[in-house]
């Protein structure tokens, strides 16, 4: 389990939520905390809808889930001044992810299945890699990819019958290599293992790319808030705001075969007489290629309709609603993880345990960890090991990274001073040991200085 289970913290979210309890009704509040608080899909689309309506709040009075002639009840209308009058917006808040897709194809289950069932054989996961072989489902430009992988009901029952005994085996004769190839039914799968191998992994085609403009969650989602918002009274302005909750389409980089975010909802807003206008919003990873960066950025882009004199879709009413739009977005708070990781931790528990999210910090004066890491190895919640791996100083540790404490105790260093340090947007705080110059208590006689 994590700290970090949603895009936002926990600390930010709170503070949104305290706000909106002068905005949304008693009923409708505990809703939204219900959602946030229960394990599940429905976690980051009610975590979008609380820190939207808050930053709406911020800009100017609202109306939350007025019901249209319709019956159904749109997330939020407010009237926007024009250049002479006023004009009516009605709206939805709405995500858009992969999770159907990762249903499908259950790739990760199935790495970590991997990973713990080397464990249990007492091998180092991280010698072994994987390739599992793809299909190509239906006809161009409707075309999807599906992974040979068996599903996720029957996954274990067939990592048991095939995989099993070539770990054992392993474990067995000691090999330093080996490899297994599954070909049977839709499955296709090659698992090698190699001891001279630093980290484990594997390689699959992307089952989340898309070629049609119709066939994918982003364009499912718009149809779906098009027939909401279809009630909406005539001469209102209807946005779509459109968040990511893992979706990879939505994502800056993209491989040339696949469609974008814009290049679906541009499809998508040349067909639709309902829907005017689309925010569309995804936190992205700044330099991705760092490891040591776990900085987040929020980018927004915004599609509109064509224009329509004499109609609702005129040129100043289009303008004052991407104005209003983009001041809300200054209300966001700084994201601190990224979509796809919140959409695969959103069944977990919350608020769960520590694993170091905020890294590790030191020089041979002193060393920082998380606060909530610390806490949960002496509160009993994580082992030794469990500390050790988080860290990386775990002999079976990815980084394989030196204990900076046990280096600081065989130079004969002893602790001096423990300090909390605020951790800022992240819902942890830095735990900072303080040492001290080579303590005799600990270390071998010396001649004192000159």
């Not at 970090?4 to 305290?18: E, P």
């Not at 814009?262 to 700044?286: C, H, M, N, T, Y």
């Not at 990274?401 to 065989?410: C, H, I, V």
Request: net charge positive.
């Amino acid at each position: 389990m994590r700290v970090k289970l949603l895009i936002f913290s926990r600390r930010a979210l709170q503070q949104r939520l305290d706000a909106l309890s002068a905005q949304l009704s008693a009923k409708a509040l505990d809703d939204l905390l219900g959602r946030l608080n229960q394990s599940g899909t429905g976690r980051l689309p009610a975590m979008w809808e609380a820190v939207w309506l808050h930053a709406l709040g911020q800009v100017g009075p609202f109306d939350h889930e007025r019901p249209l002639v319709t019956g159904k009840s749109p997330d939020f209308s407010f009237s926007l001044p024009i250049a002479g009058g006023v004009v009516n917006v009605v709206g939805d808040i709405t995500c858009a992810s992969d999770r159907g897709l990762h249903e499908t194809n259950p790739i990760q289950q199935f790495w970590n299945e991997l990973v713990r069932l080397a464990r249990v054989a007492k091998l180092n996961p991280n010698h072994f890699k994987y390739q599992v072989g793809h299909r190509i489902e239906g006809e161009y430009p409707k075309t999807r990819t599906v992974l040979k992988l068996p599903s996720r009901a029957e996954l274990q029952g067939f990592l048991k019958q095939h995989v099993v005994p070539f770990l054992r085996a392993l474990a067995r004769t000691g090999d330093a290599t080996g490899k297994l190839e599954i070909r049977v039914d839709d499955a296709d799968v090659t698992i090698s293992y190699d001891m001279r191998q630093q980290f484990g992994g594997g390689g699959h085609a992307a089952y989340t790319s898309f070629t049609s403009p119709i066939r994918n969650p982003i364009y499912t989602q718009l149809s779906k808030k098009e027939k909401q918002l279809s009630g909406a009274p005539p001469d209102s302005l209807r946005v779509v705001i459109l968040c990511d909750a893992g979706c990879q389409a939505m994502q800056r980089s993209q491989l040339s075969t696949s469609m974008s975010a814009e290049e679906i909802v541009g499809q998508f807003l040349r067909k639709s007489s309902a829907i005017d206008l689309v925010l569309i919003v995804s936190p992205e990873r700044l330099n991705p290629l760092d490891p040591h960066d776990r900085r987040h950025e929020l980018r927004a882009r915004i599609a509109g309709a064509p224009a329509q004199p004499g109609t609702r879709r005129t040129v100043e009413a289009g303008a004052a609603l991407r104005q209003y739009l983009e001041r809300a977005l200054a209300h966001l708070p700084v994201p601190v993880l990224d979509p796809h990781n919140a959409s695969l931790r959103a069944s977990l528990p919350a608020p769960g345990t520590g694993t170091g999210t905020l890294g590790i910090r030191m020089n041979h004066k002193s060393v920082s960890l998380s606060a909530r890491v610390v806490l949960d190895l002496l509160a009993g919640r994580i082992s030794a090991e469990e500390f050790q791996r988080i860290y990386g100083w775990h002999p079976e540790s990815e980084r394989s990274e030196p204990n900076p404490f046990a280096r600081a105790l065989e130079r004969g260093q002893l602790l001096t001073s423990a300090s909390v340090l605020p951790g800022g947007d992240e819902d942890d705080d830095w735990l900072e040991f303080g040492f001290a110059d080579v303590d005799p208590a600990t270390a071998d006689f010396r001649r004192p200085p000159a």
